[in-house]
């Protein structure tokens, strides 16, 4: 019962935030776009159109957007790039949310050598260039869709596990837990029965900060031709291509980068929201 009051309490603060409920509205307005956009145009991602190259936008040709510097429809590239670059972002993060929580809290509530020996490691990870890392990966495996997830999940996690720990060596301490370890309660049962629910309110908030650091380090892949490979785009793709027709052809590059700004400015206004409503210590006067 005490969860499904929390629970409760926590969507009436949510919908309580104006700026939460405005940057959910934007997002979805985008997501439905994205999924709906590609179904309904009359042109493929894959269509070429050698004759209308970096052609303006058209309504009596369909081109919303106008074209690339093949031809291809630059709206449904885009909206495929939205798509990709999301799906990316998520994944990555709920696979670095998983692995950042556990070992976090593991370091957290066991402490001692235990926590000095896995909080080095992060610490030497943290030292590794990331750029030198992809590179090596795409070496070694080649160019690959999943190897992305890889590189993404190699990084995220860190920042995640150093927040959990932090937040662990606190809950450890109160008299909860205190109560499970006296009746008996084994270590794994105290750390994800007692502990990770408790901090659902921080890791929420840091999870829509990590989706745009996500966004940004697979645009930046894919802006140094690291990440998706043609015929698939992603926004950063898609920005690396505007970028060689920016003076003959502004949206290519306008186009992307405006909406690669936007979702971004979207998920740090909702971090900002969620941590105003789930933190009121941090509450701006």
């Not at 969860?3 to 985008?30: E, F, H, K, N, P």
Request: proline letters at 4%; glycine letters at 8%.
């Amino acid at each position: 019962m005490s969860r499904l009051t929390s629970i409760g309490r926590l969507g009436q603060q949510l919908g309580g935030s104006r700026v939460v409920i405005v940057t959910m509205v934007i997002l979805m307005l985008i997501a439905i776009v994205a999924i709906i956009g590609p179904l309904v145009s009359p042109h493929n991602f894959l269509d070429t159109d050698l004759d209308h190259r970096l052609a303006p936008p058209s309504v009596n040709t369909m081109h919303l957007f106008g074209t690339d510097d093949l031809g291809r429809d630059l709206f449904v590239r885009t909206m495929m790039g939205v798509r990709i670059t999301t799906v990316i972002a998520v994944v990555a993060t709920l696979v670095s949310l998983v692995i950042g929580v556990i070992y976090g809290a593991i370091a957290g509530y066991v402490g001692g050598k235990v926590d000095a020996v896995m909080m080095r490691l992060v610490d030497t990870l943290y030292a590794l260039p990331f750029i030198f890392f992809v590179i090596l990966l795409m070496v070694y495996f080649g160019r690959n869709f999943f190897l992305i997830f890889v590189a993404i999940g190699a990084v995220n996690w860190l920042d995640m596990a150093r927040i959990v720990r932090g937040q662990t060596l606190s809950l450890k301490r109160r008299d909860f837990v205190d109560a499970a370890r006296l009746s008996g309660a084994s270590t794994a049962r105290i750390i994800f029965r007692h502990i990770t629910p408790n901090l659902m309110g921080i890791v929420v908030v840091y999870v829509t900060l990590t989706v745009p650091q996500a966004i940004l380090i697979e645009s930046f892949m894919s802006f140094l031709g690291l990440g998706i490979q043609e015929p698939q785009t992603s926004l950063g793709s898609l920005v690396n291509n505007g970028v060689a027709h920016m003076e003959d052809a502004p949206l290519t590059l306008l186009i992307p980068a405006a909406l690669l700004a936007l979702i971004l400015l979207c998920f740090n206004f909702l971090g900002d929201g969620l941590r105003d409503q789930l933190d009121p210590k941090e509450r701006r006067e």
